[in-house]
């Protein structure tokens, strides 16, 4: 089984100390690639490093999360537009919308998000998409590059019914996450997984982030990474009532088209 993992932070300082061990324990387990995800101006540089280290293996994202709009200057989207001439960077974002904590002010969050939308629409570079409790206003900045921009992945998917067909309707892809895994806020996303078909849905851990909570025996500290992608696979593929070997098959063949990633060696 080759899983490929289209969310992983790790840049995140919880992975200072060992990760080069996490990436070996991610192929372990039958983790053959990840996408690092770069969600700030300070990371995305170093999520480009990361990828240039092992090639072949690691790509990334170059982008600012929504949390951190207030970051993005005009000298911020000239750093953004650097990164994206690297190869290694496969997708712009992560960005989007995020009313759940408003961390940034929504004018700046708006104005950052359209600011990536106009680097991906004249690099044709896909998206990397992060919406949480802003779907309309997110539809609508959306809605004003139609027919400019290339594939979109709505990653880390926790939304509802009528929000996951909006997505599906405009042909978009769908990241599913360890939330699935949530008995206490992500119980709908068990009945809503099956309606996503095989070749609009990718699978990623957000790590270190989302710890899937079925994981047994549960580890003693809360850091979420990559090698869990297995265990989220399983879950994902039980819920769809298909073989867990079809639900990764289909996804690593998905998330290869849709970033244009090369086969693993
Ligand atoms: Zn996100």
């Not at 996951?164 to 996450?177: A, E, K, M, N, S």
């Not at 068990?190 to 699978?203: F, G, N, T």
Request: include cysteine; glycine fraction near 6%.
């Amino acid at each position: 089984m080759q899983l490929i993992d289209i969310g992983a932070n790790l840049t995140h300082d919880s992975f200072d100390h060992d990760r080069d061990a996490v990436l070996q324990r991610a192929r372990d387990a039958g983790v053959v690639q990840m996408v690092v995800t770069g969600a700030s101006r300070e990371h995305s540089p170093q999520a480009l490093a990361l990828a240039r280290a092992h090639p072949g293996e690691l790509f990334a994202t170059a982008g600012v999360h929504p949390h951190h709009a207030t970051e993005y200057t005009a000298e911020c989207d000239s750093e953004m537009r650097e990164l994206h001439a690297h190869p290694e960077v496969v997708a712009v974002g992560e960005c989007g919308l995020d009313y759940f904590r408003d961390f940034s002010p929504r004018p700046a969050q708006r104005k950052a998000f359209e600011r990536q939308l106009e680097i991906a629409a004249e690099t044709g570079k896909p998206l990397f998409l992060h919406q949480r409790d802003a779907h309309v206003d997110f539809m609508a900045v959306m809605k004003a590059f139609d027919g400019r921009l290339g594939p979109a992945v709505v990653h880390c998917f926790t939304g509802t019914r009528a929000e996951l067909f909006d997505y599906l309707d405009r042909d978009w892809h769908v990241g599913i996450t360890g939330w699935l895994c949530d008995e206490r806020r992500g119980q709908h996303l068990r009945e809503l997984v099956k309606h996503i078909p095989a070749d609009r849905l990718m699978i990623e851990t957000d790590a270190p982030y989302l710890l899937p909570r079925t994981v047994k025996p549960a580890p003693s500290h809360r850091r979420n990474e990559p090698m869990y992608l297995a265990h989220i696979v399983e879950e994902l593929a039980r819920d769809r009532g298909e073989d867990v070997a079809v639900t990764a098959a289909n996804a690593t063949a998905t998330t290869r088209a849709f970033f244009g990633l090369p086969a693993s060696s």
